[in-house]
């Protein structure tokens, strides 16, 4: 078993960040079904993190995008940080 991969753990940090924010906001707004999807999606995301392994990114992708694509424009785009070249990341997100 190898550590995550230390940017990769960074994204989902990120990521993990924008659900919880998404989250409270569709609480506020009453939202309850795309709040519950959103749980939904990210529930396996930091189990998957102690034991990461080549098919990890595979897993939590089989999770969340479902939920991104059910709700499109409406949600943050979680793949695309996912997704994003390293160099990227850091250039907009250098504190996670």
């Not at 906001?25 to 034991?51: I, K, S, T, W, Y």
């Not at 990114?57 to 390293?86: C, H, N, W």
Request: charged share 20%.
């Amino acid at each position: 078993m190898k550590p995550i991969p230390e940017m990769m753990f960074r994204k989902i940090c990120y990521i993990l960040h924008r659900a919880f924010v998404q989250s409270r906001m569709l609480a506020g707004a009453n939202r309850n079904e795309q709040a519950h999807d959103l749980a939904d999606a990210f529930e396996v995301v930091p189990g998957c993190l102690p034991n990461w392994n080549d098919e990890s990114l595979a897993l939590v992708r089989s999770y969340i995008e479902p939920y991104q694509t059910k709700y499109g424009p409406s949600t943050f785009d979680y793949l695309a940080i996912l997704d994003m070249d390293d160099a990227s990341f850091m250039e907009m997100f250098a504190n996670y």
